[in-house]
Nanobody, 116 residues
Framework: QVQLMESGGGLVQTGGSLRLSCAAS????????MGWYRRAPGKEREWVAD???????NYADSVKGRFTISRDNAKNTVYLQMNSLKPEDTSVYYC??????????WGQGTQVTVSS
């Protein structure tokens, strides 16, 4: 089992920045990949970014160049730095972890609201 705790959401104006954090209850050596997803009202959940055990990162086209995913192995924490935020980034953001048996785990979600 991996428990995930997100923090850092809030209300920001268009063009502003926020940093989300996700603390895992297990060491990253037990985790193959960590990522962020989001779900806007009335829409399906969509993948935003992930960071693999080797350190490589991947981004959805909609956030590429604006969002940065990173991790602190000592703290078992993953971050999502979000810059140049747009109203369409408004969503509940969820942290996800996948272990080496491909079992997935989810955080409770944190609300990000971007005002126009």
């Amino acid at each position: 089992q991996v428990q995930l705790m997100e923090s850092g959401g809030g209300l920001v104006q268009t063009g502003g920045s926020l940093r989300l954090s996700c603390a895992a209850s297990r060491s990253f050596s037990d985790i193959k990949a960590m990522g962020w997803y989001r779900r806007a009202p009335g829409k399906e959940r969509e993948w935003v970014a992930d960071v693999l055990s080797g350190g490589s990162t991947n981004y959805a086209d909609s956030v590429k160049g604006r969002f940065t995913i990173s991790r602190d192995n000592a703290k078992n924490t993953v971050y999502l730095q979000m810059n140049s935020l747009k109203p369409e980034d408004t969503s509940v953001y969820y942290c996800n972890a996948k272990d080496w048996r491909n079992r997935g785990y989810w955080g409770q979600g944190t609300q990000v609201t971007v005002s126009s």
